[in-house]
Each structure stands twice: as C-alpha cells, then as structure tokens.
Nanobody, 125 residues
C-alpha cells in the first residue's frame, strides 16, 4: 500500500524560503511519476511541478519555474519541492502525488493515483 506523507510546511514571511519533502512506505520512487499540487482556500487544486521517472521536471508555468524547484532522491525515496521568494499568494495546502508504478504518461493531465494528506504553507506579507 502506497502511503505518502508531506513535511516541511510552515508559516513564513514573504520573501522567505521553504523546502517541502514527501516520503512514505509502499513504493519505489523511481517507478513513479511524482509531483506537487496545491490548493488555496476557496480555489481549485492546481499543479505546481511534476517529475518523471527519468528525472525530467515539468513546471506548471513560468512563475513556478522561476521560484519552485522539484527534485527527488531515489535512494532516499523522497521527493522535494524547494520554494524561494515566497509570496502571500503561495499560501495553500501543498500535496504530493504519485502515478504508477510504470504507467505511461506523466503530465498535469495525468491521473495521479496516490496522494498525501498535505502540508500547510502560510506566507504573510
């Protein structure tokens, strides 16, 4: 059973940085397409960044590409999201998700079949 757990969220001031982590038992990270999504209060969930089995990252837009860095450590079986220059509009619950094992397709339109419980990020101005 795949279980994902996020950590690293918190309350920071605008301009600060955070590093989110996602790990859990039951799966081998190298066999999955994995990614980060977020949901702000009153808004729909949106994609942030995903990374394929080959390690190639995909960012949802140019702003996220500039300030977010997705990476993974297949040995530690852990997914990361580094965020710099945090803005109040980044306030949201951040979720990691996994698609696999070894399923074809890894993009924001893909169906991710495993989700974590989320970690809260709050950015104050």
């Amino acid at each position: 059973q795949v279980q994902l757990g996020e950590s690293g969220g918190g309350s920071v001031q605008a301009g600060g940085s955070l590093r989110l982590s996602c790990a859990g038992p039951g799966y081998t990270l190298s066999e999955y397409c994995v990614g980060w999504f977020r949901q702000a209060p009153g808004k729909e969930r949106e994609g942030v960044a995903i990374i394929g089995r080959d390690g190639s990252p995909i960012y949802a837009n140019s702003d996220k590409k500039d300030r977010f860095t997705i990476s993974k450590d297949n040995v530690q079986n852990t997914l990361f999201l580094q965020i710099i220059n945090l803005k109040p509009e980044d306030t949201a619950t951040y979720y990691c998700a996994a698609r696999g094992p070894r399923l074809v397709g890894c993009n924001f339109a893909s169906r991710f079949n495993y989700w974590g419980q989320g970690t809260q990020v709050t950015v104050s101005s």
